[in-house]
Structures are given as C-alpha cells and as structure tokens.
C-alpha cells in the first residue's frame, strides 16, 4: 500500500497570505490527524477527523480550520499567516475508527517570511 | 488528562553500544503506548506498539521496550545502535478521550551515535 502523502512538501509563504496543505491517507484508513511540528513546542495536535467529520480539535487559533473529503483526502487551511506559524506539518491516517495507531506523512514545510 | 516525559533530550553513544532512551507517562486510565522514529526531513514512522499482553514489546531495527506499569515507564533499548539509528525518538501514550485514541507525544530525544 501506497503510505500518507502530503502536498506540497515545502512552502514559502508571506505574513498576511493564507495556505492550504493537502494529504492523503492510506488507502482503507478514515481517520487523519493534523500535527504541527516546531522546536520550540514539539509536536502539537491540530485537529482529527474522521468520515468528513471533526472528531477532535487541539488548542490553536481558529485561523487553523480543516475538512475531510469522502474519500478520506483531507486538507488544512491557515489564514492570515504570522511569523510562529514557520513549522512543519504532518497529517498522519489511523485504520479503523479508533486513532491510536497513527501513520505520519513526510510532512509540509511551511516558512512564513 | 494524559501526558509524556522524555528524561533525556539528547543521548549520545558510540557505535555498537547499548542503549536506552526514557520515557515516563501519567494517564489515570489504561493506556496504549508507542514510540515513533523521525530521520531529518522526515514524518515519524512506527517503531514499536504496547496495546496488551505481553510488557516486553520487540519492534522494527532491532528494538525493543518494556512496559512497567508500577513505574509508569516505556524505556526504548537497543543492545547495539547503528550509525543509521542516529535520528529523533518519540514516546507516545494514547488514552480514549471523546470516542478516539488520539496520542500525545513526548518532546523527543536525539540518539547521536558516534563512530
């Protein structure tokens, strides 16, 4: 099986602008989770979803949003972009309806100038 | 409320050594635990799983874990590293919470392995 790709894998982006990252899981898997990654806080969740619906979300700002098509294919989306937003994101796809088992994509390097 | 502790944020060793990287975790219910692999430039991959059964837990390259559960611990060894084992090493414990599992990590620890 193909593993989670994510689209596109490095971004530079400016203050102000807005983002869109992309990720497809595993074939069969439902269930996508969204990381961001930074030095400074290690790896943080952002939100999960499962069957296009928002099962779980962390504690970031409403800037960061998501969906989940029904093909499982899930995008995340970061408005008015600052500075600490600079990270890496990974989504990563869990088989069946629990997510303990989680498989990480590559990631989007995201740099925001 | 679950949380992770790496002790260590940084393990150096020389080839062909032992070693053990430290993980400690609270969770007031049962748990499942895990630890993930990140090489640079890299998403984290699966190394190894505790979901029951037995505490010793053997996983991918030549590691393994123990789970303690009076210590509330999930120590990662490898009897002799790689150079190619230098990389980030995450302990993860994951609880039900809302009707999933999602996991929380540790900080992470990089195992630098000298020749």
């Known amino acids: 099986k193909a593993g989670v790709t994510q689209t596109p894998r490095y971004l530079i982006k400016t203050r102000g602008q807005q983002v869109t990252l992309s990720c497809s899981p595993i074939?069969?898997?439902?269930?996508v989770s969204w990381y961001q990654q930074t030095p400074g806080q290690g790896l943080q969740f952002l939100f999960e979803y499962f069957s296009e619906t928002q099962r779980n979300k962390g504690n970031f700002p409403g800037r960061f949003s998501g969906r989940q098509f029904s093909n499982s294919r899930s995008e995340m989306n970061v408005s008015t972009l600052e500075l600490g937003d600079s990270a890496l994101y990974l989504c990563?796809?869990?088989?069946?309806?629990?997510?303990?088992?989680?498989?990480f994509g590559p990631g989007t390097r995201l740099t925001v100038t | 409320a679950q949380s992770v502790t790496q002790l260590d944020s940084q393990v150096p060793v020389f080839e062909e050594a032992p070693v053990e990287l430290r993980c400690n975790y609270s969770?007031?219910?049962?748990?499942?635990l895990f630890w993930y692999v990140q090489y640079p430039n890299q998403g984290l991959q699966l190394l190894l799983k505790?979901?029951?059964?037995?505490?010793l837990v053997k996983g991918i390259n030549g590691f393994e874990a123990e789970f303690n559960k009076s210590q509330t611990s999930f120590h990662l060894r490898k009897p002799s590293v790689h150079i190619s084992d230098t990389a980030e090493y995450f302990c993860?414990?994951?609880?039900?919470?809302?009707?999933?599992?999602?996991?929380?990590f540790g900080r992470g620890t990089s195992l630098i392995v000298h020749p």
């Open positions: 074939s069969g898997h439902r269930s």
């Open positions: 505790y979901l029951s059964g037995s505490t």
């Open positions: 990563a796809s869990s088989p069946g309806s629990s997510s303990y088992e989680q498989y």
């Open positions: 993860a414990v994951s609880s039900p919470s809302g009707g999933s599992y999602i996991p929380t």
């Open positions: 969770s007031s219910v049962s748990v499942y």
